[in-house]
Structures are given as structure tokens and as C-alpha cells.
């Protein structure tokens, strides 16, 4: 699975073409965070880096291909720079609408904001990882392999934000067994997941007993506060942030996204009960001026029946 040789996952075996990698004419691959040439670039990926290709769907043309293809980190490659078997290729629409939420209601990301903070400029955080935005690690002291003007602007940062919550609910399904959420307790769980990382996340108890089928609400509340211990000391700003993770997940809602999204997540209002933005699953998003008819028309569009 190395760009640049071949990429092996979900879709086949797959081949990067010989010519620009770049569809702005550069030479490392750019994964950007929607179907489009003018998505934001999350990820730029040079000869032997590793990912896996999940579906495919469409977006602007890249010469003359229409076709883009979402990779395990949740961002798109424009298939102009691929060379990809479409037998074993799904559909992103198709697997986005039988599984969990890839985002998270906007009380999640709020928490999140609120718990990370805004960074404009790369900053270490407590462990000494260099950050920026709202919380997102850079695998650079500079975070150059985020290739955005510095500083970030929160727009962008709110993008980078939503790549790293898609690819927490990713770790986060592939970690939770036959259970259902709500979209509260998702969206708590997925902030957790992003502050304590995907493999202690899959591994911990808590997600152990809600596999285990014990009540979610006693096992939250036993088992968030616990996490809140940084190299042998309890840190006020985790604390702080676990009890907003459980009040948020002891909230009732009657929306559920885990084992199966109900389509359309609620990400961003931008005026009370006016406007909303919908993330239908691959990455497109639409601006609604009701949430009732926009989430009739989201499910009309997948197939389901209203």
C-alpha cells in the first residue's frame, strides 16, 4: 500500500500514476477534504507513505475525470492520478448510508473547540506534540505537511477539525461492537477518542463494557472521569473536559449514529433554527434553511423511505 507503487485496500489494487501526483502541478499527492480541487489539503503524501482507499464518488474534474476516491484518513484523490479497480470499488453514498455517523453534531464540535482551543500558528501541546487549529497534531515540528498559509484562519482550522473527527469515528466504529448510540453519546465518545487517541480508545474499558452490553449512561459516567490523568497527575483542563463529555452524553436525543447514521448530521448552525449544514457522508456538504426538510430530502436522496 506506497503511493508512488501500489496502494492496496478496500477498492483493489491501485497504481499512481507516473505523471504529476498534484493536481495544482506538485509533486506529492494531495488528499484534500472534499471532492474538489479546491478543497483543503489535509494530507500531502510522497513515495511510501501508506493509506487505503474506502469508496469512491464524484466532484469537480481533475482533466477530464470526475471521479474522486476517499481514502482511510477520510480525505479525497482525484482519480486522474490513480488507476483503480471500480469492480471492487463501492460507491461512497451507498456505504456512508448503511454505517456510523463520519461526523459529529454541533454540540461535539463546540465541546471540542471550546476543550482544544484556536491556534493559529503551530503551538506544542502538554506532551510537546506541535498543534494547531483546533487541536489538530502536525507530524512536523512546523506542521509543513499541512500545507495552509500560516496563520490558519478558523475556517480552516474547522475543516482540519472535521478530517480529525471523521477519522476518529472511523477508529471509534471499528472499535464498538453490536450497540446503538445516540448522536449525544457519539459525538461525546468521538471528542474522548480524539483527546486520548485511537488505540487507547479501542483498547480501554469503556469501550470494552459498552461492547460487553452494559448500561452506556453508568458505564460514561464510571469511566470518563478516569481520564483524566496526565504522566501521573489529575490536570483541571481534563477534568473539565470529561464531565462536558458526559454531561453531553448523558443528553437525551432521539437522533442515533451508531451502528447506522441517519443521514444527515446537523454540523454547524449558523442561525438558530434557521440555517444548518448537512454532511451527507462523502464529504458534500448542503446549506438548509429547515432541519425537517432538509433531513426529508437528504433520506429521499439516499434511497429511504420518509
Not at 83 to 110: H, K, M, W, Y
Not at 126 to 151: D, Y
Request: charged residues 20%; proline residues 4%.
Amino acid at each position: 500500500m506506497r503511493v508512488g507503487q501500489v496502494i492496496i485496500g478496500l477498492a483493489g489494487i491501485v497504481c499512481v500514476r507516473g505523471d504529476s501526483a498534484s493536481d495544482d502541478g506538485g509533486q506529492l499527492l494531495k488528499c484534500r477534504s472534499s471532492p474538489s480541487s479546491s478543497g483543503l489539503v489535509v494530507a500531502a503524501l510522497a513515495d511510501g507513505d501508506v493509506l487505503d482507499i474506502e469508496c469512491q464518488t464524484h466532484g469537480t474534474s481533475v482533466r477530464g475525470s470526475p471521479i474522486w476516491h476517499r481514502t482511510d484518513r477520510g480525505c479525497y484523490v482525484s482519480d486522474h492520478f490513480m488507476s483503480v479497480n471500480s469492480e471492487f470499488e463501492p460507491q461512497c453514498s451507498s456505504v456512508d448510508a448503511t454505517r456510523a455517523c463520519t461526523g459529529i453534531a454541533a454540540q461535539g464540535l463546540q465541546l471540542i473547540e471550546q476543550h482544544t482551543g484556536f491556534v493559529a500558528r503551530p503551538r506544542a501541546d502538554v506532551s510537546g506534540r506541535p498543534t494547531i487549529g483546533f487541536g489538530h497534531t502536525c507530524e512536523s515540528q512546523n506542521c509543513t505537511e499541512v500545507p495552509v498559509s500560516l496563520p490558519v484562519s478558523q475556517i480552516q482550522a474547522r475543516e482540519l477539525l472535521r478530517m480529525d473527527v471523521r477519522n476518529a469515528t472511523v477508529c471509534l466504529a471499528r472499535s464498538l461492537g453490536s450497540i446503538t448510540l445516540n448522536a449525544n453519546q457519539w459525538a461525546s465518545l468521538v471528542s474522548w477518542t480524539l483527546d486520548v487517541g485511537c488505540n487507547m480508545a479501542a483498547s480501554s474499558q469503556l469501550v470494552a463494557r459498552l461492547n460487553h452490553g452494559e448500561p452506556a449512561n453508568a458505564v460514561a459516567a464510571h469511566e470518563l472521569p478516569r481520564w483524566t490523568i496526565f504522566r501521573g497527575k489529575q490536570r483541571d483542563d481534563l477534568v473539565s473536559r470529561r464531565s462536558a463529555e458526559l454531561t453531553l452524553f448523558q443528553t437525551q436525543s432521539l437522533d442515533t449514529s451508531y451502528p447506522h447514521c441517519p443521514c444527515c448530521v446537523c454540523l454547524e448552525t449558523k442561525k438558530a433554527r434557521d440555517v444548518c449544514y448537512f454532511d451527507l457522508g462523502d464529504g458534500a456538504e448542503i446549506k438548509c434553511r429547515y432541519l425537517v426538510e432538509a433531513h426529508k430530502k437528504c433520506m429521499a436522496d439516499f434511497g429511504f423511505k420518509i
